[in-house]
């Protein structure tokens, strides 16, 4: 393959090629196609995915293994006027999955009641001591979301108090199944055609459950004397947990998306509105503001505050109280920043002192359980490969949480160290597990991992190169550009963001701004200059490379570009991934 502007070897050690096998640049229009067929979409499906409508991608819910059971199970408990209580996670998708359940049980005239469990005293998923606690206080039906695909013993207690669980979940099952009324879960390993959909975060799972209750409820007549619920008008937080997840954004849930964003700018949900005040986003919110603004945001109150802050957002018809739930979360943010930053220190020179080829494995008392996932994120891209980050606690238990890079299924390795014993709990999706460890068995979970990884990790390791969606002069580099990519999203993981290598140019001016991040102004032969930024690069190749360019020297630059939003106007810059002599 010809590598792109001639560079097989880039500052980061990397070759760039063509993303897809494209060889020109084309016209805003070409260029819109040719970024949606290099990421999947079939040229006989192009219409549709310009603009993905829930009605083109969504399926009908009843392909899903024990989804009319669950149908069925709710529609009786709404006509009966049951208590329901929903259990959630205290992550993002957790949080909207379970918001999103008692927001349609709230249409439907039932005020079903939340439970998130406290991350650090209870842990994540259902505890059957919660369940029956449930039970006791009135609940007759119990929906887990984001939960339970594991709970095997959780269940098995609330069997015993005679109390329903239906299980609305997307992390991965093992052949077992808890016994559940009902569990709805693309990722069962019994699943059919649904296992298409096994991309889909818990909270589009529990959209599609919605949209089987109210099909239920329509077909028995419930809706002759009351209004029928809109679930369009849902989608803002089906949007943001799809984001939030890292869910892959193809089919059903680029739609989501899609739509979501367009629900979410007219700001209907009090809560979400108060939160993109508290975010200070002086405009409707894009896909990266879910996933770096609002999300982290929400997710805050479980990592470091109360781990029910993010249902109560997302629910309450109260502005006052979303005000200032919002103001909280933001305050919790910060912290969790603080918090995240020390142990980012601790974890990145472990992972380098005990290097393995297919999995960084850092463990560290003390460490705070609410920032381990993040740190196991940025650890993986500083890295290159899978990273668990384990929280040991005073009894010398583990906590764990790992993220995965693409074509290396983390969950599935997880979910056979619990197999082989190793593990007390486990289990996730391809790109992000959570465990917990015995005392002492961090060594020996680490080594099975890397064991079982290393080929993996390998093969995606071998390929890795920079992939280029379009080639521009300097001048290229503009608003009208970031406009003509953003037809082709929205973007996100499994839906990568346009890149678009542009020079040669020459380093005008070159400083460290922030948090290690460089900012640079470049400018090309064509009298044209922009300003890029490459960030938490100051003490990498790609940062060093930069801010030592002599004047004379020209290089090419990649990137994502990006309206510069402190200039305003047409003025765009570039997020600069790599770049190269030129």
Same mark, same amino acid.
Request: hydrophobic share 45%; aromatic share 4%; glycine share 12%.
């Given at each position: 393959?010809?590598?792109?502007?001639?560079?097989?070897?880039?500052? @980061?050690?990397?070759?760039?090629?063509?993303?897809?096998?494209?060889?020109?640049?084309?016209?805003?229009?070409?260029?819109?196609? #040719?970024?949606?067929?290099?990421?999947?979409?079939?040229?006989? +499906?192009?219409? /549709?995915?310009?603009?993905?409508?829930?009605?083109?991608?969504?399926?009908?819910?009843?392909?899903?293994?024990?989804?009319?059971?669950?149908?069925?199970?709710?529609?009786?408990?709404?006509? $009966?006027?049951?208590?329901?209580?929903?259990?959630?996670? &205290?992550?993002?998708?957790?949080?909207?999955?379970?918001?999103?359940?008692?927001?349609?049980?709230?249409?439907?005239?039932?005020?079903?009641?939340? &439970?998130?469990?406290? #991350?650090?005293?209870?842990?994540?998923?259902?505890?059957?001591?919660?369940?029956? #606690?449930?039970?006791?206080?009135?609940?007759?039906?119990?929906? %887990?979301?984001?939960?339970?695909?594991?709970?095997?013993?959780?269940?098995?207690?609330?069997?015993?108090?005679?109390?329903?669980?239906?299980?609305?979940?997307?992390?991965?099952?093992?052949? +077992?199944?808890?016994? +559940?009324?009902?569990?709805?879960?693309?990722?069962?390993m019994d699943e059919g055609e649904g296992a298409a959909h096994g991309h889909l975060a818990a909270v589009g799972v +529990?959209?599609?459950?919605? /949209? !089987?209750?109210? =099909?239920?409820?329509?077909?028995?007549?419930?809706?002759?004397?009351?209004?029928?619920?809109?679930?369009?008008?849902?989608?803002?937080?089906?949007?943001?947990?799809?984001?939030?997840?890292?869910?892959?954004?193809?089919?059903?849930?680029?739609?989501?998306?899609?739509?979501?964003?367009?629900?979410?700018?007219?700001? =209907?949900?009090?809560?979400?509105?108060?939160?993109?005040?508290?975010? #200070?986003?002086?405009?409707?919110?894009?896909?990266?503001?879910?996933?770096?603004? @609002?999300?982290?945001?929400?997710?805050?109150?479980?990592?470091?505050?109360? /781990?029910?802050?993010?249902?109560?957002?997302?629910? %309450? %018809?109260?502005?006052?109280?979303?005000?200032?739930? /919002?103001?909280?979360?933001?305050?919790? *943010?910060?912290?969790?920043?603080?918090?995240?930053?020390?142990?980012?220190?601790? !974890?990145?020179?472990?992972?380098?002192? *005990?290097?393995?080829?297919?999995?960084?494995?850092?463990?560290?008392?003390?460490?705070?359980?609410?920032?381990?996932?993040?740190?196991?994120?940025?650890?993986?891209?500083?890295?290159?490969?899978?990273?668990?980050?384990?929280?040991?606690?005073?009894?010398?238990?583990?906590?764990?949480?790992?993220?995965?890079?693409?074509?290396?299924?983390?969950?599935? !390795?997880?979910?056979?160290?619990?197999?082989?014993?190793?593990?007390?709990?486990?289990?996730?999706?391809?790109?992000?597990?959570?465990?917990?460890?015995?005392?002492?068995?961090?060594?020996?979970?680490?080594?099975?991992?890397?064991?079982?990884?290393?080929?993996?990790?390998?093969?995606?390791?071998?390929?890795?190169?920079?992939?280029?969606?379009?080639?521009?002069?300097?001048?290229?580099?503009?608003?009208?550009?970031?406009?003509?990519?953003?037809?082709?999203?929205? &973007?996100?993981?499994?839906?990568?963001?346009?890149?678009?290598?542009?020079?040669?140019?020459?380093?005008?001016?070159?400083?460290?701004?922030?948090?290690?991040?460089?900012?640079?102004?470049?400018?090309?032969?064509?009298?044209?200059?922009?300003?890029?930024?490459?960030? =938490?690069?100051?003490?990498?190749?790609?940062?060093?490379?930069?801010?030592?360019?002599?004047?004379?020297?020209?290089?090419?630059?990649?990137?994502?570009? =990006?309206?510069?939003?402190?200039?305003?106007?047409?003025?765009?810059?570039?997020?600069?991934?790599?770049? $190269?002599? $030129?």
């Amino acid at each position: 393959m010809t590598p792109v502007c001639s560079i097989d070897r880039s500052f @980061l050690g990397q070759p760039w090629h063509w993303r897809g096998g494209a060889d020109e640049t084309g016209t805003p229009d070409s260029l819109t196609d #040719r970024l949606l067929l290099t990421r999947g979409c079939p040229r006989d +499906a192009l219409d /549709a995915h310009r603009t993905p409508t829930i009605r083109g991608f969504m399926p009908d819910p009843s392909i899903f293994r024990d989804m009319d059971v669950a149908a069925e199970r709710l529609a009786d408990a709404v006509q $009966a006027s049951e208590k329901i209580a929903v259990f959630g996670d &205290y992550d993002v998708d957790g949080a909207t999955s379970a918001a999103l359940m008692l927001l349609l049980l709230r249409q439907l005239g039932i005020e079903g009641r939340a &439970y998130i469990p406290d #991350r650090l005293m209870e842990g994540y998923g259902p505890s059957g001591e919660a369940l029956v #606690r449930l039970a006791s206080e009135g609940a007759s039906l119990i929906v %887990t979301v984001d939960c339970g695909a594991q709970a095997f013993e959780a269940l098995e207690m609330a069997r015993g108090v005679s109390v329903d669980v239906i299980v609305v979940d997307h992390h991965k099952c093992s052949t +077992a199944l808890p016994p +559940a009324l009902a569990l709805v879960n693309p990722n069962r390993m019994d699943e059919g055609e649904g296992a298409a959909h096994g991309h889909l975060a818990a909270v589009g799972v +529990a959209f599609l459950l919605g /949209a !089987a209750l109210v =099909r239920t409820l329509r077909a028995r007549g419930f809706f002759t004397v009351r209004a029928e619920p809109k679930l369009i008008e849902l989608l803002d937080i089906v949007a943001l947990g799809t984001v939030a997840d890292v869910a892959a954004l193809k089919g059903l849930n680029r739609a989501f998306v899609a739509q979501g964003l367009k629900v979410m700018a007219r700001r =209907r949900n009090i809560g979400l509105a108060a939160l993109i005040d508290a975010a #200070r986003l002086t405009r409707a919110p894009s896909c990266t503001d879910l996933g770096f603004a @609002l999300g982290p945001r929400i997710n805050a109150g479980g990592r470091v505050g109360r /781990a029910d802050l993010g249902v109560r957002l997302l629910t %309450t %018809t109260d502005p006052d109280e979303a005000r200032a739930i /919002a103001a909280e979360l933001d305050r919790l *943010n910060e912290e969790r920043r603080l918090i995240e930053a020390g142990v980012q220190e601790a !974890a990145e020179a472990m992972a380098v002192e *005990n290097s393995r080829p297919g999995v960084a494995v850092v463990a560290g008392e003390g460490w705070h359980p609410g920032v381990i996932g993040i740190v196991a994120g940025r650890l993986k891209e500083k890295l290159g490969r899978p990273a668990l980050v384990i929280a040991i606690d005073d009894a010398g238990l583990g906590k764990g949480s790992g993220r995965s890079i693409a074509g290396v299924d983390l969950g599935a !390795a997880v979910l056979a160290a619990k197999e082989h014993g190793l593990l007390i709990a486990g289990g996730g999706h391809a790109m992000a597990a959570g465990v917990t460890v015995p005392p002492g068995g961090v060594e020996a979970l680490a080594a099975f991992l890397d064991e079982r990884l290393a080929g993996p990790v390998a093969l995606s390791q071998a390929g890795r190169a920079l992939l280029i969606d379009a080639v521009l002069a300097p001048g290229g580099v503009t608003g009208e550009l970031v406009d003509a990519l953003e037809v082709g999203g929205p &973007y996100g993981m499994g839906w990568p963001s346009p890149r678009v290598a542009a020079g040669p140019v020459r380093v005008v001016n070159a400083r460290v701004i922030g948090n290690g991040h460089v900012r640079a102004v470049l400018a090309g032969d064509d009298g044209k200059s922009f300003k890029g930024v490459a960030f =938490r690069q100051a003490e990498n190749a790609l940062g060093q490379a930069i801010l030592s360019a002599p004047a004379h020297r020209r290089l090419w630059v990649a990137g994502r570009a =990006r309206r510069d939003e402190w200039v305003g106007g047409g003025a765009a810059e570039l997020h600069i991934d790599d770049a $190269a002599w $030129a």
